[in-house]
């Protein structure tokens, strides 16, 4: 389970020398928190772990060319399945991604999909399809600090990154690059922990 924001912020102090909290308030350090939040997504994204991706299913409604209902925490799609309504899932059928999207002719199977603009594209159908999207998607920001920050070890990588900006914030350059190293050293094991279990052979550790 991730930690309380309030966790990172008392760590990221800890780094600051200033653990009474005189000069490095939460509303001092969570802006820099935030910041580091999202650079974290961004690496979590490239590392393929799986707390950055999530599935969505709707029913698109006969020559609608766009889901009415995106989730709000898509950052973009990895891959689309598509059925009739009424079947069982296990007859969900791979679509195809293009760019850009053929210019054929509605029919009964929808098969291709874009991404336009920021937006899941279709030609459509002549009836009803159920759609399942497995998506890139965004974790919620802390805004205070009994926020949880989503992440499985993320105060590894958040708390010096955090104190690494508010140090050059206050014009300490040379504290600032010493705790982005540090940061840096932890965190392939904040990837593992958020990448789930890795393939292993008999008597080796787990790597990242």
């Known amino acids: 389970m991730s930690v309380a924001t309030s966790v990172v912020l008392a760590t990221a102090r800890t780094f600051l020398n200033d653990d009474a909290a005189t000069n490095m308030t939460d ?27 999530n599935t969505y299913v709707e029913t698109i409604i006969s020559t609608n060319t766009t889901f009415a209902t995106p989730p709000t925490d898509l950052i973009a799609p990895i891959q689309l399945w598509e059925k009739a309504a009424a079947d069982p899932v296990t007859l969900y059928q791979l679509m195809t991604e ?54 499985l070890n993320g105060e590894l990588y958040l708390a010096p990154l955090t104190a690494a900006y508010a140090a050059g914030s206050v014009g300490q350059p040379q504290e600032m690059m010493s705790l982005i190293q540090l940061a840096d050293l932890s965190l392939s094991e904040v990837i593992l922990a958020n990448r789930g279990r890795a393939p292993q052979a008999q008597g080796q550790s787990i790597k990242p």
Do not use: C
């Open 27 to 53: 509303a001092f350090l969570i802006p820099k928190l935030q910041q580091a939040h999202r650079q974290l997504q961004i690496k979590l994204r490239r590392a393929a772990a799986p707390v950055m991706k």
């Open 98 to 151: 293009a760019d850009p999207l053929p210019n054929v002719t509605q029919t009964t199977t929808m098969i291709w999909w874009a991404w336009v603009e920021e937006v899941v594209t279709f030609i459509g159908s002549t009836v009803n399809r159920q759609v399942k999207m497995l998506y890139w998607r965004s974790l919620p920001v802390p805004q205070v600090n009994t926020d949880v920050i989503g992440f």
